[in-house]
Antibody, heavy 118, light 111 residues
Framework: QVQLVQSGAEVRKPGASVKVSCKTSGYTFTGYFIHWVRQAPGQGLEWMGW????????KYAQKFQGRVTMTSDTSINTAYMELSRLTSDDTAVYYC???????????WGQGTLVTVSS | QSALTQPASVSGSPGQSITISCTGA?????????VSWYQHHPGKAPKLMIY???RRPSGVSDRFSGSKSGNTASLTISGLQAEDEADYFC???????????FGGGTKLTVL
């Protein structure tokens, strides 16, 4: 069965960076984009961007341009999302989601809480 | 503030039906038949319940249905069961510079 398992909670100081992993199984990793979405406390979900594991092409939401880097390692079927220059506004649960290929997300990770605090 | 507007909470008794709305704009919900709905039990992975406005993935109960009118999509759950208690959020493809927008989520309480 398809599974996306994310790395554990992280705490960072303002100005630092964080890298969240999303280990996939149960499907052909290189066949489907991985998207990243976040949800800040008390707010709705916010789309951050995607990566194509087969080649590494990426697209980022304008809000995160210059601060986010999405990568993948096809040898271990894992996608990564790194966010730099963190502020308290980046405190959120970050999710990876497998793109179905037809404009919806068919599987999600369990989420990774990133807390930014001095 | 979310791009798509959902009620913060809805409730219903077992066996009843409830409807959750998701209001957007002509650049997203109203312009495309690409609305999807997800069930989210806190701490777990969100689960796809409806895609392309009204299609159900294999394995999802037919008690869940979706529809759309203008800029508002709706998720209806009939024959409410205790296990349906969860957060539900909608998503839509958009042409406004992002690729996808989401609702703020609706907490369903089964009384």
């Amino acid at each position: 069965q398809v599974q996306l398992v994310q790395s554990g909670a992280e705490v960072r100081k303002p100005g630092a960076s964080v890298k969240v992993s999303c280990k996939t199984s149960g499907y052909t990793f290189t066949g489907y984009f991985i998207h990243w979405v976040r949800q800040a406390p008390g707010q709705g979900l916010e789309w951050m961007g995607w990566i194509s594991p087969s080649g590494g092409a990426t697209k980022y939401a304008q809000k995160f341009q210059g601060r986010v880097t999405m990568t993948s390692d096809t040898s271990i079927n894992t996608a990564y999302m790194e966010l730099s220059r963190l502020t308290s506004d980046d405190t959120a649960v970050y999710y990876c989601a497998k793109y179905s290929g037809s404009l919806y997300f068919d599987y999600w990770g369990q989420g990774t809480l990133v807390t930014v605090s001095s | 503030q979310s791009a798509l507007t959902q009620p913060a909470s809805v409730s219903g008794s077992p066996g009843q039906s409830i409807t959750i709305s998701c209001t957007g704009a002509s650049s997203d919900v109203g312009g495309y038949n690409y609305v999807s709905w997800y069930q989210h039990h806190p701490g777990k992975a969100p689960k796809l319940m409806i895609y392309d406005v009204s299609r159900r993935p294999s394995g999802v109960s037919d008690r869940f249905s979706g529809s759309k009118s203008g800029n508002t999509a709706s998720l209806t759950i009939s024959g409410l069961q205790a296990e349906d208690e969860a957060d539900y959020f909608c998503s839509s493809y958009t042409s406004n510079g992002l690729d996808w927008v989401f609702g703020g989520g609706t907490k369903l309480t089964v009384l």
